[in-house]
C-alpha cells in the first residue's frame, strides 16, 4: 500500500513568519512529488513540483526533497493570510504508464494577522 | 491560461439513476484523470486515460464506472447506478508532459 503521511494541524502561523509544511510517502522508488494548496470547497491548485534531491524556490514557496529519508516539505516565507489553505501532498509512485498521484490527507494551515 | 474546465458544477442525483460527469481538458494534453474527494477525506485517484484507453484504475473503479473521449475534446465520467457513498467532488485532471491540472470539479450528490 502506497501511503503519503501529512499532520493534518492545523498549523497555525502568524503574518510575516515562515509557515513549514512536511510529509513523508512509503514508496521509496517513487520519483516526482506536488504540492497543491486546496480552498475550501475548491479543486487542488499546484504550487510546487520537486523531482530531484535538494531545494527548489519559486518565489515565497520552496521546495525540499530527501529521498534517502523519504521526506517532502514546502516552506512558506512572509507568510500572508490568503496563504491561509490546506496544502495537499501528492506523490507519484514508481508506475510504468500515465502517473497516478497519490495525495496525503493535507495539512490546514492559518495564517494569523 | 489555459484551464481545465468541468460540467456541471453541482450534480443531485436519486440512488441508481445515471450520471455523466464533463470534463475539457487543457487542449495540448494527452493524459487524462478522474480524482474523487469525499467531504473531509483525501483526494483518491479512480482513472487514467490515454492515447483512447484506460491506463490504470484503482479498487474504487468497478463495473459502474467507464470513462470515454467521444469527440476528441471532452473527457467524460459515467457512473451507472449511483449509490449513496458516490457523493463527492469528482475532480478531472489533465497533463502535458509533467505535472497534473486539476479542473474546478463537480460536486455529486445522491439522494
Known amino acids: 500500500q502506497k501511503e503519503v503521511e501529512q499532520n493534518s494541524g492545523p498549523l497555525s502561523v502568524p503574518e510575516g513568519a515562515i509557515a513549514s509544511l512536511n510529509c513523508t510517502y512509503s514508496?521509496?522508488?517513487?520519483?516526482?512529488f506536488f504540492w497543491y494548496r486546496q480552498y475550501s470547497g475548491k479543486s487542488p491548485e499546484l504550487i510546487m513540483f520537486?523531482?530531484?534531491?535538494g531545494d527548489k524556490e519559486d518565489g515565497r514557496f520552496t521546495a525540499q526533497l530527501n529521498k534517502a529519508s523519504q521526506y517532502v516539505s514546502l516552506l512558506i516565507r512572509d507568510s500572508q493570510p490568503s496563504d491561509s489553505a490546506t496544502y495537499l501532498c501528492?506523490?507519484?509512485?514508481?508506475?510504468?504508464?500515465?502517473?497516478?498521484?497519490?495525495f496525503g490527507q493535507g495539512t490546514r494551515l492559518t495564517i494569523n494577522p | 491560461e489555459p484551464e481545465v474546465t468541468q460540467t456541471p458544477s453541482h450534480q443531485v442525483t436519486q440512488m441508481g439513476q445515471e450520471v455523466i460527469l464533463r470534463c475539457v481538458p487543457i487542449?495540448?494534453?494527452?493524459?487524462f484523470y478522474w480524482y474523487r474527494q469525499i467531504l473531509g477525506q483525501k483526494v483518491e485517484f479512480l482513472v487514467s486515460?490515454?492515447?483512447?484507453?484506460?491506463?490504470?484504475k484503482s479498487e474504487i473503479f468497478d463495473d459502474q464506472f467507464s470513462v470515454e473521449r467521444p469527440d476528441g475534446s471532452n473527457f467524460t465520467l459515467k457512473i451507472r447506478s449511483t449509490k449513496l457513498e458516490d457523493s463527492a467532488m469528482y475532480f478531472c485532471?489533465?497533463?502535458?508532459?509533467?505535472?497534473?491540472?486539476f479542473g474546478p470539479g463537480t460536486r455529486l450528490t445522491v439522494t
Open positions: 485532471a489533465t497533463r502535458g508532459w509533467g505535472e497534473q491540472y
Open positions: 501528492a506523490v507519484n509512485p514508481l508506475t510504468q504508464g500515465a502517473q497516478k498521484l497519490v
Open positions: 486515460f490515454y492515447n483512447n484507453e484506460i491506463s490504470e
Open positions: 487542449s495540448n494534453h494527452l493524459y
Open positions: 514508496d521509496r522508488g517513487s520519483q516526482s
Open positions: 520537486i523531482y530531484s534531491n
